[in-house]
């Protein structure tokens, strides 16, 4: 983390767009608004099947779930629909709310790059990145040396990042130019620096358990101490260590 940027005060954009002004700051973020509707509709429509699903349930001779069908069915309706409603709305808000906390906000400038999630920000001057990268679903950015500086889960569309990143004058590249430097990774494979390779096995145990994914950044960025690059896919990780100048 190289400080604490707070997008609220820069312009933005609704719906994701970037700016048009190249010497503003371009915020390209998801609609809050959008995404909460979105669950809260997705909830709206559970709820108002889950007692069609009940009574369906409990006219078959063995159902999973039949004791819940079972209480379910015996609701008179409208409150049965209208119970159902209500709490698939409710959680979908739930949900919602998680997807708008987890996801990413981008802010660029000439002079600098922020990157947004849950509570916490990245920045990062512009003489410290080298390449902006789409790599899969994720979007990274590159030192000038190669060496990765920040990696990122995206949902954002994908044009108007790169439209931000190089109307203000960053390199742009659709897939990672360092890919087939990378090696898989397992227990004791040579060629990592000292603690490498323990630090990657906490890795791999704490990708295993969804809690733990804040575990996974951090030992990340330890790697990135060491030198050590990691990209994951699947429940694979791969590593590569860039020359140093």
């Excluded at 006219?59 to 209480?71: F, K, V």
């Excluded at 990274?140 to 060496?147: A, K, Q, S, T």
């Excluded at 390779?197 to 704490?206: M, S, T």
């Amino acid at each position: 983390m190289r400080g604490t940027g707070d997008l609220s005060k820069r312009g933005t954009a609704s719906g994701g767009a970037p700016e048009r002004d190249a010497d503003a700051v371009a915020v390209v973020a998801e609609s809050a608004w959008v995404l909460v509707l979105f669950w809260v509709g997705c909830g709206v429509v559970v709820g108002w099947l889950a007692p069609l699903l009940a009574d369906w349930l409990v006219t078959l001779p063995w159902a999973p779930l039949e004791g819940p069908a079972e209480l379910l069915s015996s609701v008179p309706e409208p409150w049965r629909t209208i119970g159902g409603v209500g709490v698939g709305a409710l959680l979908g808000l739930v949900v919602g709310l998680i997807v708008v906390h987890e996801s990413l906000a981008v802010g660029v400038s000439r002079g600098r790059v922020v990157l947004t999630v849950r509570d916490s920000s990245q920045e990062f001057g512009c003489d410290e990145v080298g390449l902006v990268v789409r790599d899969g679903k994720q979007l990274v950015l590159l030192g000038p040396d190669g060496m990765e500086i920040a990696r990122e889960d995206c949902a954002l569309p994908w044009r108007k990042l790169a439209d931000a990143f190089a109307e203000r004058g960053y390199r742009w590249a659709d897939e990672d130019p360092h890919r087939e430097e990378f090696r898989r990774w397992v227990p004791g494979v040579p060629g990592l620096p000292e603690g490498a390779d323990a630090l990657l096995r906490a890795r791999a145990a704490a990708r295993e358990k969804d809690e733990s994914a804040e575990d996974a950044r951090e030992l990340r960025r330890e790697l990135l101490r060491l030198g050590v690059v990691v990209r994951d896919e699947k429940k694979r990780q791969y590593w590569r260590m860039p020359q140093r100048p």
